[in-house]
């Protein structure tokens, strides 16, 4: 991957003025002159390919000091300089406009940076904008630019984060909170004037670092004006789901958000009680080329279902088994080797159980919701060690008998002879004519009104809270 160092320029504004030639609050600290004045200053900053120039200027009806930075790129460069040099010339043009009002309290701009590391290649310069230009108050003004000075780039919103109208919605939300949190600090917030200013994302003010998503606001934007400059700071952990992997993989978060992702996609839905609703199953994997083939159909359907690991497969296809959780299917124990229970012990049904338990959180960083005896085979012995282990018994009320046929057409007819609604049916990742038979069978079932959920899901609307068996049998 190819690294990329962002520089992220943040304007904000201070409230707090120079003593001396630059305090606009102090009447005679400007000396009149009929011809400005410019000093320029070049700093060596402490990060490599980055320099400071800050000039001041002194007129006959102004001061102002901005600081510049400069990279390698002169692409960067101008892009950034054009927005410091509107400001500047946006501040002379009022400066002219109100040179009479000015006379006796002289206009000041001052614009200044901090450069601070965020990682190796990441690096934070900060804007400080303030614009006195007479009147009792100056404004505070705002702006952010994301550098990729290896790829030669100012980087948009778009080019880190992947925002669709509920990521923007999500987004608002997460912002208001946070104002509301602190509304007393702010005087009066205008919620409404935020959700204009939020509609549109290519036109946020924000910086990004591994800890937190910053926006920005300008005086008066969303705040009544004595509120100042507004920023909001964001967790990371709360936008990280919206992060390009490139992004995140640059900023560390790479493992959170796929640990966030499968979280997410974990979280049981809430059924309709009136709804028609299927569980598809699939016992003894993982197998690493039919469970894949399997995944790819329930996606294709936007459909979760619910997989019956065995701790040998687990332990020989760890990856494989982490994926079918991060594509949001629930994990149901399905013992160490498929051994019936019914002959063993219950020391050796609680030994079964906690292994592999172990060993599919151990791939997935999740523990299986329920648990599936071999061949359906149960007893009070296993029913017992079960509800210690909180494992609630799952069987089936609808067989595909694709372990016996071994074939397609034949696996979809007899799902397709015996379904009804609430049914748990059983099938096996691990025959290829099981994932041959399964675009079919999900087609036919979508068409009459079906809804594919997880077992648990589909238990939720039982409101059972018993170890099982379950069979969800008509």
Do not use: C
């Not at 000039?55 to 102002?64: C, F, M």
């Not at 901005?66 to 692409?75: D, G, H, L, Y």
């Not at 043009?93 to 109100?98: C, I």
């Not at 995140?248 to 640990?259: F, G, P, R, S």
Request: hydrophobic share 40%; no cysteine; aromatic share 8%.
């Amino acid at each position: 991957m190819l690294a990329v160092l962002f520089v992220i320029l943040v304007v904000k504004s201070v409230a707090v003025f120079t003593v001396g030639p630059f305090d606009h609050t102090t009447k005679q600290a400007v000396v009149p002159v009929t011809k400005a004045v410019e000093k320029e200053k070049v700093e060596k900053s402490a990060y490599p390919g980055l320099d400071i120039t800050t000039v001041t200027t002194q007129g006959e009806r102004y001061t102002s000091s901005i600081s510049k930075p400069k990279t390698e790129s002169e692409k960067i460069n101008k892009e950034v300089h054009t927005w410091i040099d509107v400001q500047e010339q946006e501040f002379l043009d009022t400066v002219k406009q109100n040179a009479e009002a000015l006379k006796l309290e002289p206009a000041h701009l001052n614009i200044n940076v901090n450069i601070n590391k965020v990682t190796d290649d990441i690096y934070s310069l900060v804007f400080h904008s303030y614009q006195y230009v007479g009147g009792a108050n100056g404004q505070e003004f705002m702006q952010t630019f994301i550098i990729d000075i290896k790829g030669d780039r100012i980087l948009h919103i778009e080019d880190v984060m992947d925002i669709d109208d509920e990521v923007r919605k999500h987004i608002h939300e997460l912002v208001k909170a946070q104002l509301q949190k602190k509304e007393e600090d702010y005087f009066q917030v205008f919620y409404d004037d935020l959700e204009t200013v939020l509609a549109e994302p290519s036109t946020w003010k924000w910086a990004l670092d591994h800890d937190t998503f910053s926006l920005y606001f300008d005086s008066y934007a969303v705040a009544a004006g004595a509120a100042g400059a507004i920023h909001v700071e964001i967790p990371t952990e709360e936008i990280v789901l919206y992060l390009k992997d490139d992004i995140a993989d640059q900023l560390y978060l790479a493992e959170e958000k796929q640990e966030r992702k499968k979280a997410v996609e974990q979280e049981q839905a809430v059924l309709d009680p009136e709804g028609k609703y299927v569980a598809l199953t699939f016992d003894d994997g993982p197998h690493p080329n039919v469970t894949p083939s399997v995944l790819e159909t329930l996606q294709q359907f936007d459909a979760r279902a619910t997989f019956y690991m065995i701790a040998t497969q687990v332990s020989v296809y760890p990856d494989l088994a982490n994926e079918v959780a991060l594509q949001g299917h629930e994990l149901g124990n399905h013992s160490v080797n498929h051994l019936d229970m019914t002959k063993l012990s219950s020391a050796k049904i609680a030994d079964e159980l906690e292994k592999t338990s172990a060993e599919i959180e151990k791939a997935t960083g999740l523990q299986p919701k329920t648990m599936r005896p071999p061949y359906g085979a149960y007893n009070e012995a296993l029913l017992s060690v079960a509800e210690t282990q909180q494992l609630p018994v799952i069987n089936w009320s609808v067989d595909s008998l694709d372990w016996k046929s071994r074939n397609a057409a034949a696996v979809k007819q007899e799902v397709l002879n015996h379904v009804h609604n609430g049914a748990i049916i059983l099938m096996h990742d691990i025959h290829p004519s099981t994932a041959e038979a399964l675009p079919d069978v999900m087609s036919v079932l979508e068409e009459e009104g079906y809804e594919f959920v997880t077992v648990s899901e589909l238990l939720s609307l039982q409101d059972n809270a018993n170890v099982g068996p379950y069979t969800n049998k008509k």
